[in-house]
């Protein structure tokens, strides 16, 4: 097919996005695959291909018989739906337009949710109101070792991980068997612009992607890239990160061993491209912005004085966070997925701002005045995703108290305890973000342009890499 037709195809593809108002639960993305297989049984397979730890189904979906195979999966990270609305909505697309199909000649492999249980822990927030404040006092993400995108096997110098978790063995048993050409794990960040990951370079279509995104009334994220180290490779798009390049970077910023600081194992990327020769895209898309996000006109520091304040910031931050902890730990009487992610959190966070603060003194370019942006992010973003954990420590204690109250303990001296933390948690959490959504101009982004942009960008990848392999 011609490119300019293919592209015709893309477009009306992407215009037709529903206007989605709410999140879809679990159940509801799960009953939608099975009513979409039985009513197009001849194009859409399905079948489970592992259980979660919890012992929860994880289904697949087959659609088509193209030359190529791709796989797609949301939810590696259980707060980051966005891309679970996308396979939700390109699911049944797929069955049902066969120019679609034609155009992108792939045999379509599509994991709607490969984190179950851990996606049940954030729809609290899933139908709204769509708050800073709303989001987080719901939000859940597991420590980085029970993360599924970042549970894959290693070995490099000192770090040895090879424990990936179920839904990890369950995605690497279909990356085995498929040996994708095109894989697209989707993740989203909470709040700022939208930036992409690739794990190879692809110039044609870096101004494609940054017009989908203009296309949708949505910035770009030009403040501060996600790690120090991050390889840009156009405005907004960078290399896909490695855990070697993590390993290197602690090595070099800190006097302790990377291994002890690197808990958890590398990449669906690093992983699927030792088994076959796979173009991987990740596109961040955010449920909020500010217009800051996006402002590059000099600012009234230095980009190394914007990063050493976000650095103390954040010090404090965990040092209150510690505080509470060293209260309430030895009152929790289960382990419980917020107690977990507390812990890890507390156990590694000095040690990433030891290195980010080494990073920022010894590293000259960053003299410069910082942008707008720049500062943005290093400050009021910054303290958006730190009202994240302090959400989590909140449920883990509403959680313990719940617990003990269902179980018919007695109101205790230990029970007198954890209400006076979670009072001094709650207070802290509701006055933090009420300066929060005062401080910050956001605009809550539609359900559907987001999903538009991770659609586009998954359609002009997956065009570029089938041309790319027809020519090579």
Not at 456 to 470: S, T, W
């Amino acid at each position: 097919m011609e490119q300019a037709q293919a592209e015709t195809i893309f477009k009306r593809i992407i215009n037709d996005v529903p206007d989605y108002q709410v999140f879809l639960t679990v159940d509801e993305l799960n009953e939608s695959s099975q009513q979409l297989a039985s009513q197009y049984p001849d194009t859409v397979k399905l079948e489970e291909i592992g259980r979660s730890r919890k012992g929860e189904p994880i289904p697949l979906l087959t659609i088509g018989n193209g030359r190529r195979t791709a796989l797609l999966f949301g939810c590696p990270h259980p707060n980051e739906p966005i891309g679970a609305m996308m396979l939700e909505y390109l699911s049944w697309r797929l069955a049902t337009d066969e120019a679609l199909r034609e155009a992108l000649d792939y045999t379509w492999y599509i994991i709607k949710v490969v984190d179950p249980d851990s996606t049940r822990l954030n729809e609290g927030w899933f139908k709204g109101p769509f708050t800073p404040h709303h989001y987080a006092r719901h939000f859940y993400r597991p420590p980085g070792n029970q993360q599924v995108e970042w549970t894959f096997p290693i070995k490099y110098k000192n770090l040895n991980f090879d424990s990936p978790m179920p839904e990890t063995q369950a995605l690497m048993r279909v990356m085995d068997r498929v040996k994708p050409a095109f894989m697209y794990s989707l993740h989203n960040a909470g709040f700022g612009g939208v930036y992409f990951y690739m794990s190879e370079e692809a110039p044609p279509v870096y101004k494609t992607l940054h017009d989908l995104v203009h296309q949708q009334q949505l910035p770009l994220s030009l403040g501060e890239p996600e790690m120090p180290y991050a390889e840009p490779l156009a405005t907004a798009i960078y290399r896909m990160p490695t855990s070697v390049q993590t390993y290197d970077y602690y090595e070099k910023y800190t006097d302790i061993d990377p291994a002890t600081i690197l808990r958890s194992g590398t990449s669906s990327d690093d992983y699927v491209r030792r088994i076959a020769n796979t173009f991987t895209l990740v596109c961040e898309v955010p449920y909020f912005y500010d217009p800051r996000i996006e402002d590059t006109t000099p600012g009234n520091k230095s980009r190394r004085e914007a990063i050493l304040e976000n650095v103390a910031m954040s010090r404090d931050h965990y040092q209150r966070l510690r505080q509470w902890w060293e209260a309430a730990e030895p009152l929790l009487t289960a382990e419980t997925p917020f107690r977990a992610t507390i812990r890890e959190t507390l156990a590694t966070a000095e040690h990433n701002l030891a290195a980010k603060e080494a990073w920022a003194l010894g590293t000259d370019s960053l003299n410069r005045p910082a942008t707008v942006a720049e500062l943005f992010d290093n400050l009021e973003v910054a303290a958006f995703y730190q009202l994240l954990s302090v959400g989590v420590f909140r449920r883990l204690l509403e959680d313990e108290l719940q617990r003990r109250a269902a179980h018919g303990a007695r109101r205790d001296g230990a029970a007198a305890q954890l209400t006076h933390i979670l009072n001094s948690v709650e207070t802290y959490f509701e006055d933090r973000a009420a300066w929060l959504e005062n401080a910050l101009d956001y605009r809550v982004i539609p359900i559907r342009h987001l999903v538009r942009v991770q659609l586009g960008a998954a359609l002009y990848l997956m065009d570029y890499v089938q041309r790319q392999r027809d020519a090579g």
